[in-house]
């Protein structure tokens, strides 16, 4: 049975606001996504109004689920200080697993006080060893195609791994892994991961069609990312690597505020400009004392399968001559091939589908590097 917007505005139009009027006419509502029963939308109120609203998105939470059809249900409630005004104490966070109705864990959001770094709020994932962001400083240059490749590289060398898509806006995830199916809750209400190539995977593209066009503000990304960190089983990892949406905003600086970091990886192509790009990410971790582990050079080059000629399209050395420059470690080339692009298509990455191949030692070199620069062991069975 699916779900039309209008039904979600007639169930939230039976809860009243602080403003005496009911939600779906309070004009503090975001665009609404309702889709094979799974909706999401945000409640944008000013930040002095926070802490009265969040009984309204509880119950707005509440009166969706019960909508015949609904299944995942998420409502943020995003609060922004007008210009000028005095910051409000801060109340904390709220997360919920969507459509889960679990209230928030205490201990998983630690407190900060007012004029805290906000790297106090960092806590590590129970069960979870170390997390690696894969970030890029724009788009279009492979980031995520690395992400997974790594990901099975490092599960190669006898590492526990897990993959967290992070990129709300595209996710690349289910496509690169042929993954159609929806997560399901366990009997934590949390949301437990997909399975696939022996690894869990999360990814906002679980739950949501691949033709959705995330239109979210800011503070429902960091919302999403939080949930997607603190509300999924991942279970006992020794590496969890999160795939970031590209550039520098909010997804990057909320993972940063809420797990230890151990490293981050950049991926740029040989090009200029996607080199300055790069340069502003590596700048962006390190203020919030994030160590780069290093570059990826990807798209490196291409070799013609005919006559094996090489072509340097996007230039070549740039991303080897950048690291030297900003003195963080180069962990490889990887080329610009058609295995590599046809794998990643049918959701077969090519370390999984040609584990002996030229392409898979090349991913796998790179993973002995980050390995050893963290000085990764394999858990106990």
């Known amino acids: 049975m699916s ?18 009027v009911p939600l779906s006419v309070a004009k503090v509502l975001s665009e609404i996504t309702a889709s094979d029963g799974k909706v999401f939308f945000s409640i944008n109120v000013d930040a002095a109004e926070a802490r009265v609203w969040e009984d309204v998105r509880t119950r707005a939470e509440e009166a969706v689920r019960g909508i015949p059809g609904v299944t995942t249900v998420m409502v943020a409630l995003t609060a922004e200080r007008k210009p000028g005004a005095t910051p409000a104490p801060h109340q904390g966070h709220t997360h919920h697993a969507p459509g889960s109705g679990v209230k928030p864990v205490a201990s998983h959001q630690p407190q900060a006080v007012p004029g805290d770094s906000p790297m106090g709020k960092q806590m590590a994932i129970p069960g979870i060893g170390a997390i690696i962001a894969v970030a890029s400083g724009k788009g279009g240059v492979g980031k995520s195609t690395t992400a997974l490749n790594i990901a099975l590289g490092l599960r190669d060398l006898g590492l526990r791994v897990g993959l967290l898509d992070a990129d709300i806006y595209g996710p690349s995830v289910p496509r690169l892994t042929g993954i159609n199916e929806k997560p399901t809750v366990d009997d934590d209400k949390k949301m437990i991961p997909i399975r696939r190539f022996g690894m869990p995977l999360m990814s ?6 691949e033709e959705t066009p995330m239109v979210w503000r800011g503070p429902m990304v960091m919302s999403a990312v939080r949930q997607m960190l603190w509300d999924v089983a991942w279970g006992t990892l020794d590496v969890l690597i999160v795939d970031m949406p590209p550039g520098t905003g909010d997804a990057q600086l909320t993972l940063a505020q809420q797990v230890p970091l ?4 950049i991926v740029s192509t040989p090009q200029d400009l996607a080199l300055i790009d790069a340069r502003r990410g590596i700048a962006m971790f390190a203020k919030v004392g994030v160590p780069t582990l290093g570059i990826v050079e990807n798209m490196s080059y291409f070799q013609c399968p005919e006559c094996g000629t090489r072509s340097d399209i996007f230039g070549h050395g740039g991303a080897r001559h950048e690291a030297e420059r900003l003195k963080v470690p180069f962990l490889g080339e990887v080329p610009l091939h058609m295995a590599i692009r046809e794998t990643s298509d049918a959701g077969t990455p090519v370390v999984e589908s040609d584990p002996d191949g030229p392409h898979a030692a090349i991913y796998r070199a790179i993973c002995e590097r980050i390995k050893e620069r963290l000085a990764l062991q394999p858990s106990a069975a």
Do not use: E, H, Y
């Open 204 to 209: 906002i593209g679980f739950l949501v069609g």
């Open 262 to 265: 151990k490293g981050a990886i």
């Open 3 to 20: 779900v039309t917007k209008q039904q979600v505005l007639d169930s939230l139009g039976k809860i009243p606001t602080p403003r005496g």
